[in-house]
DNA sequence: GCCCCTACTTAGCAGAGAGGGA
DNA sequence: TCCCTCTCTGCTAAGTAGGGGC
């Protein structure tokens, strides 16, 4: 690709944080990519790559204990002396033909530096049907062409910049940068909030200092003026925007050829899809709740900083012009292609696979496949846990309380956290305050559970986990205090393992959420159109959402679309009662006749009914007036005369009529009927019709207001077994489609192809 | 037994893109 | 066809779990 022409064309372009981006720099040998140490990071000094093989297994490891296991099948089929095909002898003929195939791929000359990931329109890689229980080898052969850096800072164009107490500021460039940063998201609540301008703000002096200084001493936050870099910003988005279908079509072309080689890699030989292959742009933290370091300027990431991960006989990819890896691993027992950590929280970052990969999709399958097994394991569980409320030891009594927590209200397990992130609380880590006694045995939970998303929830509990809680709060327990101060997850999971080696607190989570899945399906009738069933489905998966306290924020327009569609939902009542009315006007008897019929024609007061005809009027009033302007517009981009201001006089005195004739109908109720093709059955057809649009709208509103704060997707992707929606699908006759996006399709392709319309849980 | 570290899953948000109504 | 709304996808923060070292 041209260069100059990414350059242009992705300047155009925008980071997730809002800046307009430059060209992304790759690990190709692309020159322009200069350390200058922004954000901190001198010059960095060429070095030889370290390269470790850090595997806990070897692949010759690998192969051995392959061959035993082959054997010892081999040996257990002639014992058995049964003609059962086995999924692993099998697979071992499959894999053996595909490594033949494989081989020859990888062969095949590739371009100088790059490892080419042709789609072959091979067939897709069906690894459900091979078994594979060796959780701790992740890959036999790994190659990867790396991973995309972000773009550099684009300088500000000269005329724009920070002002403080009114004088334009010169910052050193690599303060500028993170003064972007700022200005970029002025308009956003976290650049509202204190603790993230004071976090920011004490970042952004330093580096200012470290780099040189300005030349106005910048020391309160309050006297800087942001707005002409936000201005800027803006504008490029605006200019962005306004590209044509063409451009923007064109630029995204080009963007997807330039990354296309980041996004594949080859996992035992199988093209498969890298997930989260660019390295993550420096900008600010974006901490949730109150996240004692949001607002911290998060740092640029150089090769220097990033670990790659792939076979050893893989060619290594080589990092941008000038720069070095971190350090090259083979390690096999990992799913990770590279790593690096983050300087704000001091987290490994990984880039791993893609959630419609083999590797990921194995072990979603074996995390559903757990809490199935849980179903056989369940009532002891809940058998013990009863036992224990009355236990003598105290650990025990917590342990069984917390495990009643977890397996009723789906809490989740509550590791400690550190002083440095935000105040938030699982079941384990539940605090006095987090828990509200109300006698016999009502509870009130009120805590910031993940992400600070609130639990609030009044519940009855069993008449001994009451008691259990008012002893876990005695005095001398305060306020502050841990509720199970005995307990923590690592304990209660060791416990759980007694049961069913791998249960841990999450998979009751997951079995809790499918459970409800299949209960809430079985209850639904199979009857219906498919938009009914799919409502229906929705409503299914909302009770597992419920459960599982997945919420999201009120969409802005939330209220002002409730109100639409009442609005709607009242005026296509009123249209028809207007056609019932003129049913009338044609056959009066029919009021003796069909008496039912006609029950609703006085539901509508004067003043609603005037109220109704006010709004259509307006709307269609702004309706003609709208495209009136819209029209001239464009005839005015055309250099065409334009529409004489009388047409839309006419236009709007048509209206005006239409206004007069319904004012007329208010008293007389009876509508003027201007056909005389009209007929009694073409209007209760048309009465028909506005019924069917009525329920429709109906459904939208309560669904709608039902949804407006429960995040559906969230079970969805990661709590509810797959296989229940294709059983659904399958069983209610309602298109895949419409129950899975294309990427949950892609992500449970082993579940579309495995399971029946009689799976269950 | 505790703490720290690594590895991976789960989570909400924001922007992109699709889709539907006027 | 355009515009607006809603859904989808990508991003990355924030959890869980378990191993290893002391």
Same mark, same amino acid.
């Not at 890959?139 to 000269?158: D, I, R, Y």
């Not at 910048?218 to 870099?229: A, G, L, V």
């Not at 079509?249 to 330039?258: A, G, L, P, V, Y």
């Not at 797959?722 to 069983?731: A, D, E, G, N, Q």
């Given at each position: 690709?041209?260069?100059? *022409?990414?350059?242009?064309?992705?300047?155009?372009?925008?980071?997730?944080?809002?800046?307009?981006?430059?060209?992304?720099?790759?690990?190709?040998?692309?020159?322009?990519?200069?350390?200058?140490?922004?954000?901190?990071?001198?010059?960095?000094?060429?070095?030889?790559?370290?390269?470790?093989?850090?595997?806990?297994?070897?692949?010759?490891?690998?192969?051995?204990?392959?061959?035993?296991?082959?054997?010892?099948?081999?040996?257990?089929?002639?014992?058995?002396?049964?003609?059962?095909?086995?999924?692993?002898?099998?697979?071992?003929?499959?894999?053996?033909?595909?490594?033949?195939?494989?081989?020859?791929?990888?062969?095949?000359?590739?371009?100088?530096?790059?490892?080419?990931?042709?789609?072959?329109?091979?067939? *897709?890689?069906?690894?459900?049907?091979?078994?594979?229980?060796?959780?701790?080898?992740?890959?036999?052969?790994?190659?990867?062409?790396?991973?995309?850096?972000?773009?550099?800072?684009?300088?500000?164009?000269?005329?724009?910049?920070?002002?403080?107490?009114?004088?334009?500021?010169?910052?050193?460039?690599?303060?500028?940068?993170?003064?972007?940063?700022?200005?970029?998201?002025?308009?956003?609540?976290?650049?509202?909030?204190?603790?993230?301008?004071?976090?920011?703000?004490?970042?952004?002096?330093?580096? /200012?200092?470290?780099?040189?200084?300005?030349?106005?001493?910048?020391?309160?936050?309050?006297?800087?003026?942001?707005?002409?870099?936000?201005?800027?910003?803006?504008?490029?988005?605006?200019?962005?925007?306004?590209?044509?279908?063409?451009?923007?079509?064109?630029?995204?072309?080009?963007?997807?050829?330039?990354?296309? *080689?980041?996004?594949?890699?080859?996992?035992?030989?199988?093209?498969?899809?890298?997930?989260?292959?660019?390295?993550?742009?420096?900008?600010?933290?974006?901490?949730?709740?109150?996240?004692?370091?949001?607002?911290?300027?998060?740092?640029?990431?150089?090769?220097?900083?990033?670990?790659?991960?792939?076979?050893?006989?893989?060619?290594?990819?080589?990092?941008?012009?000038?720069?070095?890896?971190?350090?090259?691993?083979?390690?096999?027992?990992?799913?990770?292609?590279?790593?690096?950590?983050?300087?704000?929280?001091?987290?490994?970052?990984?880039?791993?696979?893609?959630?419609?990969?083999?590797?990921?999709?194995?072990?979603?399958?074996?995390?559903?496949?757990?809490?199935?097994?849980?179903?056989?394991?369940?009532?002891?569980?809940?058998?013990?846990?009863?036992?224990?409320?009355?236990? *003598?030891?105290?650990?025990?009594?917590?342990?069984?309380?917390?495990?009643?927590?977890?397996?009723?209200?789906?809490?989740?397990?509550?590791?400690?956290?550190?002083?440095?992130?935000?105040?938030?609380?699982?079941?384990?880590?539940?605090?006095?305050?987090? /828990?509200?006694?109300?006698?016999?045995?009502?509870?009130?939970?009120?805590?910031?559970?993940?992400?600070?998303?609130?639990?609030?929830?009044?519940?009855?509990?069993?008449?001994?986990?009451?008691?259990?809680?008012?002893?876990?709060?005695?005095?001398?327990?305060?306020?502050?205090?841990?509720?199970?101060?005995?307990?923590?997850?690592?304990?209660?999971?060791?416990?759980?393992?007694?049961?069913?080696?791998?249960?841990?607190?999450?998979?009751?989570?997951?079995?809790?959420?499918?459970?409800?899945?299949?209960?809430?399906?079985?209850?639904?009738?199979?009857?219906?159109?498919?938009?009914?069933?799919?409502?229906?489905?929705?409503?299914?998966?909302?009770?597992?959402?419920?459960?599982?306290?997945?919420?999201?924020?009120?969409?802005?327009?939330?209220?002002?679309?409730?109100?639409?569609?009442?609005?709607?939902?009242?005026?296509?009542?009123?249209?028809?009662?207007?056609?019932?009315?003129?049913?009338?006007?044609?056959?009066?008897?029919?009021?003796?006749?069909?008496?039912?019929?006609?029950?609703?024609?006085?539901?509508?007061?004067?003043?609603?009914?005037?109220?109704?005809?006010?709004?259509?009027?307006?709307?269609?009033?702004?309706?003609?007036?709208?495209?009136?302007?819209?029209?001239?517009?464009?005839?005015?981009?055309?250099?065409?005369?334009?529409?004489?201001?009388?047409?839309?006089?006419?236009?709007?005195?048509?209206?005006?009529?239409?206004?007069?004739?319904?004012?007329?109908?208010?008293?007389?109720?009876?509508?003027?009927?201007?056909?005389?093709?009209?007929?009694?059955?073409?209007?209760?057809?048309?009465?028909?019709?506005?019924?069917?649009?009525?329920?429709?709208?109906?459904?939208?509103?309560?669904?709608?207001?039902?949804?407006?704060?429960?995040?559906?997707?969230?079970?969805?992707?990661?709590?509810?077994?797959?296989?229940?929606?294709?059983?659904?699908?399958?069983?209610?006759?309602?298109?895949?489609?419409?129950?899975?996006?294309?990427?949950?399709?892609?992500?449970?392709?082993?579940?579309?192809?495995?399971?029946?319309?009689?799976?269950?849980?």
């Amino acid at each position: 690709m041209d260069i100059e *022409k990414r350059r242009s064309t992705a300047a155009l372009s925008e980071s997730h944080d809002g800046f307009p981006v430059t060209e992304s720099r790759s690990n190709t040998g692309d020159t322009s990519m200069k350390d200058e140490g922004t954000l901190g990071s001198p010059s960095l000094p060429v070095s030889p790559i370290k390269t470790t093989s850090h595997k806990r297994k070897t692949s010759d490891d690998f192969e051995k204990k392959k061959k035993k296991k082959k054997t010892d099948k081999h040996k257990h089929k002639h014992k058995n002396g049964t003609k059962k095909e086995n999924g692993n002898d099998l697979a071992t003929v499959k894999n053996s033909k595909e490594k033949k195939k494989r081989v020859k791929k990888e062969e095949t000359p590739l371009d100088s530096q790059t490892i080419e990931m042709k789609d072959e329109e091979e067939e *897709k890689y069906r690894w459900w049907e091979e078994n594979n229980d060796n959780d701790e080898i992740k890959w036999h052969s790994l190659k990867h062409n790396g991973v995309l850096f972000p773009p550099e800072h684009v300088p500000l164009p000269s005329h724009v910049k920070l002002y403080y107490d009114k004088k334009p500021v010169d910052l050193p460039i690599q303060a500028e940068e993170v003064a972007c940063f700022f200005g970029a998201m002025l308009n956003t609540e976290h650049a509202q909030n204190p603790a993230f301008q004071n976090n920011f703000f004490s970042d952004f002096k330093k580096i /200012v200092l470290e780099h040189g200084g300005a030349n106005v001493e910048i020391e309160n936050f309050d006297n800087c003026d942001f707005s002409k870099i936000f201005e800027h910003y803006e504008s490029q988005k605006t200019i962005k925007k306004s590209l044509t279908a063409a451009q923007k079509r064109e630029i995204k072309s080009e963007k997807d050829k330039f990354e296309e *080689k980041y996004k594949y890699c080859l996992l035992n030989g199988r093209r498969e899809r890298v997930g989260n292959f660019r390295i993550e742009p420096p900008g600010l933290f974006r901490g949730r709740g109150s996240h004692p370091k949001t607002g911290r300027v998060k740092k640029r990431i150089y090769p220097e900083d990033v670990s790659l991960n792939l076979s050893e006989d893989a060619p290594i990819p080589p990092p941008p012009e000038g720069h070095q890896w971190k350090e090259i691993k083979h390690d096999n027992t990992v799913a990770w292609l590279a790593t690096w950590r983050e300087n704000v929280t001091n987290t490994v970052k990984y880039v791993l696979f893609a959630a419609d990969s083999s590797l990921k999709g194995r072990s979603d399958f074996k995390k559903f496949e757990k809490a199935r097994e849980l179903k056989n394991y369940i009532h002891r569980i809940r058998k013990d846990y009863k036992k224990n409320f009355s236990s *003598k030891v105290m650990l025990e009594r917590q342990m069984a309380v917390a495990t009643y927590l977890i397996d009723v209200f789906a809490l989740r397990a509550g590791g400690e956290k550190a002083e440095d992130e935000a105040d938030t609380v699982g079941c384990c880590s539940l605090r006095y305050e987090h /828990v509200t006694l109300k006698p016999p045995n009502t509870v009130v939970f009120d805590f910031l559970g993940k992400d600070s998303i609130r639990y609030y929830q009044e519940v009855n509990v069993h008449e001994k986990v009451f008691k259990n809680l008012r002893l876990f709060k005695k005095s001398p327990k305060q306020p502050g205090d841990d509720l199970f101060d005995r307990l923590t997850p690592n304990i209660l999971n060791k416990h759980l393992q007694n049961y069913l080696p791998g249960l841990s607190a999450k998979v009751f989570r997951t079995y809790n959420a499918s459970k409800t899945m299949q209960d809430q399906l079985d209850l639904i009738p199979n009857e219906g159109t498919v938009g009914e069933k799919v409502v229906k489905y929705n409503a299914a998966n909302r009770e597992v959402a419920i459960l599982c306290n997945h919420q999201r924020t009120k969409p802005k327009s939330h209220d002002m679309g409730v109100q639409r569609i009442s609005d709607n939902i009242r005026e296509m009542f009123w249209q028809k009662l207007r056609l019932k009315r003129m049913i009338l006007e044609l056959d009066k008897s029919l009021k003796k006749t069909k008496p039912y019929y006609f029950e609703e024609l006085d539901d509508l007061s004067v003043e609603e009914e005037q109220a109704i005809q006010d709004r259509v009027i307006a709307k269609e009033r702004e309706k003609v007036t709208k495209k009136f302007a819209r029209d001239n517009e464009k005839l005015k981009t055309e250099d065409s005369p334009l529409l004489p201001e009388a047409m839309l006089e006419e236009k709007l005195q048509k209206i005006d009529e239409l206004a007069a004739e319904y004012k007329k109908e208010l008293k007389t109720r009876k509508p003027e009927i201007k056909s005389v093709t009209v007929t009694v059955e073409k209007l209760e057809s048309q009465v028909e019709k506005l019924e069917q649009r009525i329920r429709n709208a109906t459904l939208l509103l309560q669904d709608k207001e039902d949804n407006s704060q429960v995040a559906l997707g969230t079970s969805k992707l990661n709590y509810i077994d797959p296989r229940l929606t294709v059983m659904f699908s399958k069983k209610y006759d309602v298109p895949i489609e419409k129950l899975f996006s294309k990427t949950l399709r892609e992500k449970f392709a082993w579940a579309i192809e495995s399971a029946d319309e009689n799976w269950t849980f």
